[in-house]
């Protein structure tokens, strides 16, 4: 079967290459239309070298071009599209990049589109609906939803009449180099030195926890350092400097391909606290490299670690209490941990995950 995925900005290009590479591997024949970008650059030079891939890019992200820039060249990637449509049984669009284009096009094919859904709305829409969204969702012939949350928080905001062509291909694994394969988990790592958030820092992620930790004596009493990698929204300026001055070490931006790596292999708990969430890559991300994370219970954060048995690792409270509680059953449940962590990598590989969850990638097989 010939498939086409399109990202536009390369907005997911670890989760497209995941993708990809499962469905060359099945022994499909994939394009994938995306952009250029600053950072990720490796997923796409992994990608065009895979059997049965070609990879098709123009300078359309904002790390790479101007916005005016960047939709002219997507406007003729989606020409390059359109030219190649025949040969495609389906067309998956992963992320919107320009609507109108986009309802144009995909309007057109509308037989072959599928279209996944990360986010019911993109993060910081204040509204119940996102019309953009719904005007895709409405046209495609098949929807796809990176986590059954993503895919409840859809149907509450859209309509059950949606439900019928709505699937859920659960997110997988993610490594953070295209050369990376799944890491172990090791039962005698030793005690953690500090509590670590990564992620690109924005409102819904809940970091001002951090604030409350640094000011815990049960945290200083432990020597537990404070740590924060990412990228910060220009609206948390404030936080920023607050966290600074009370001694959270933060390195404002993106992580190079070397500094992650010496990262995840850190003896660190890492903890994601969001207030709202559909899915973490972060968590996927930190699961295929064997690292321990503790959880606010936002989305599909809570849904994982329930159905993986890890309770325990998920805060009851945004609070230092209930982190230090969570600290606690690591340490003294490290050998349950670990197996339910291992289950958890072997049950969310992307070949499992396609064969068992990939419908709407084989609807169209005799098209």
């Known amino acids: 079967m010939n498939l086409a995925i399109v990202d536009p900005g390369s907005f997911v290009l670890p989760y497209d290459h995941q993708l990809v590479r499962s469905l060359a591997a099945r022994g499909d024949r994939v394009d994938f ?141 993610l490594p953070v180099a295209p050369q990376c394969g799944v890491v172990d988990y090791d039962a005698q790592a030793p005690t953690p030195r500090a509590l670590v958030f990564w992620s690109t820092v924005k409102p819904y992620k809940g970091i001002e926890l951090f604030a409350e930790l640094a000011r815990s004596d049960e945290i200083r009493q432990r020597g537990l350092a404070l740590q924060i990698h990412g990228s910060w929204a220009s609206e948390l300026r404030g936080l920023r400097g607050e966290l600074a001055t009370l001694g959270v070490a933060i390195d404002d931006g993106y992580l190079d391909e070397p500094q992650l790596l010496r990262l995840l292999a850190d003896d660190v708990v890492f903890l994601l606290p969001y207030r709202a969430a559909s899915q973490s890559g972060a968590l996927y991300s930190l699961l295929n490299h064997g690292r321990f994370f503790i959880c606010a219970d936002a989305g599909d954060l809570g849904v994982f670690m329930r159905r993986f048995g890890l309770e325990g690792l998920l805060l009851r409270e945004r609070s230092a209490a209930a982190v230090v509680e969570c600290l606690d059953y690591l340490e003294a449940n490290r050998v349950t941990v670990v197996d339910a962590l291992r289950q958890a990598q072997e049950a969310l590989r992307w070949d499992r995950l396609l064969a068992e969850h990939g419908a709407a990638y084989r609807l169209y097989g005799s098209a």
């Open 33 to 173: 239309y995306g952009s250029t970008t600053r950072y990720n650059g490796g997923f796409l030079a992994a990608m065009a070298v895979l059997p049965g891939v070609t990879a098709r890019s123009r300078p359309i992200s904002g790390s790479v071009a101007p916005r005016w820039r960047g939709a002219l060249a997507y406007l003729r990637l989606l020409a390059t599209l359109l030219w190649n449509a025949r040969r495609y049984a389906i067309v998956n669009l992963q992320f919107s990049g320009f609507w109108p284009a986009e309802w144009v096009v995909m309007g057109l094919l509308r037989r072959k589109f599928v279209y996944t859904v990360h986010n019911a709305v993109p993060h910081g829409h204040e509204g119940l609906k996102h019309r953009p969204t719904e005007r895709l969702a409405l046209l495609a012939r098949a929807l796809v939803f990176v986590s059954g949350a993503t895919r409840d928080d859809f149907l509450r905001r859209y309509g059950e009449a949606f439900r019928a062509k709505a699937s859920v291909l659960p997110h997988g694994l």
